[in-house]
Nanobody, 126 residues
Framework: EVQLVESGGGMVQPGGSLRLSCAAS????????MSWVRQAPGKGPEWVSG????????FYADSVKGRFTVSRDNANHTLWLQMNSLKPEDTAVYHC???????????????????RGQGTQVTVSS
């Protein structure tokens, strides 16, 4: 069974930082491009960032480019999202997802599988 368990969320002030983690199990992690997707209250899912299966190509939504950094450790089946200079509009539940399409498609189409698990809540507020 595919499991993706996110952690690391919390409440921070604008300008603060958080590092999200995603522990993957139940599949061959190194065979998949991976993404982070967020969902704010009352809104649909928004693709945030993705990384290819080798970890040597990363992609970002314009809204987070220059502030967020995605990375992965295939040996330990872990995906991370370092979030800096957080803004109130970053408030959302963040999910890690397996990609159904190569990550370089993500900026133009829905590239990820259905969201699994609870995600981790990120709240940016003063």
């Amino acid at each position: 069974e595919v499991q993706l368990v996110e952690s690391g969320g919390g409440m921070v002030q604008p300008g603060g930082s958080l590092r999200l983690s995603c522990a993957a199990s139940g599949f061959t992690f190194s065979n998949y491009d991976m993404s982070w997707v967020r969902q704010a209250p009352g809104k649909g899912p928004e693709w945030v960032s993705g990384i290819n299966l080798r970890g040597d190509s990363t992609f970002y939504a314009d809204s987070v480019k220059g502030r967020f950094t995605v990375s992965r450790d295939n040996a330990n089946h872990t995906l991370w999202l370092q979030m800096n200079s957080l803004k109130p509009e970053d408030t959302a539940v963040y999910h890690c997802t397996r990609n159904a399409l190569p990550v370089d498609f993500c900026s133009v189409t829905n590239c990820y599988e259905a969201l699994r698990g609870q995600g981790t809540q990120v709240t940016v507020s003063s």
